[in-house]
């Protein structure tokens, strides 16, 4: 099943990446390998998507502030973000992160930024 790369879609992207590339020095000094969305099983990916829409959605109705939706995105979708962190990690998606406790501080961080952006650009009418 293809996956579209929507705001949405990034923001997966970007938090399964997201700590991926905290570690040692050594692991930061490797290239990335790039993130392939498709290796992730679809029932994780749709259901992240639905969440983090469905806050963006609510925020945007409260008019919340931006961070706001950074908090909401990481309390509001716990569970599905840390069933795509640990799909992307299955699936060797996740570059040196090796466990979802390890990683999900900085997945939430980075899930909330990126919800962020793409709730400033609705905001905007872009």
Do not use: Y
Not at 87 to 102: D, F, L, T
Not at 104 to 126: H, K, L, M, P, Y
């Amino acid at each position: 099943m293809k996956h579209q790369i929507t705001g949405l879609s990034l923001v997966l992207a970007a938090l399964t990446l997201s700590a991926l590339t905290a570690g040692p020095v050594s692991a930061q000094a490797q290239k990335p390998a790039k993130l392939d969305l498709k290796a992730i099983p679809a029932a994780e990916v749709k259901a992240m998507s639905a969440c983090v829409r469905s806050v963006l959605n609510r925020l945007q109705q409260e008019s919340a502030t931006i961070r706001a939706v950074k908090l909401a995105v990481g309390e509001d979708c716990d569970a599905q973000l840390r069933a795509v962190l640990s799909a992307a990690i299955r699936v060797g998606q996740a570059g040196p992160c090796k466990s979802v406790e390890g990683c999900i501080e900085q997945a939430r961080t980075r899930a909330g930024n990126e919800a962020a952006v793409d709730f400033q650009r609705q905001r905007s009418g872009r």
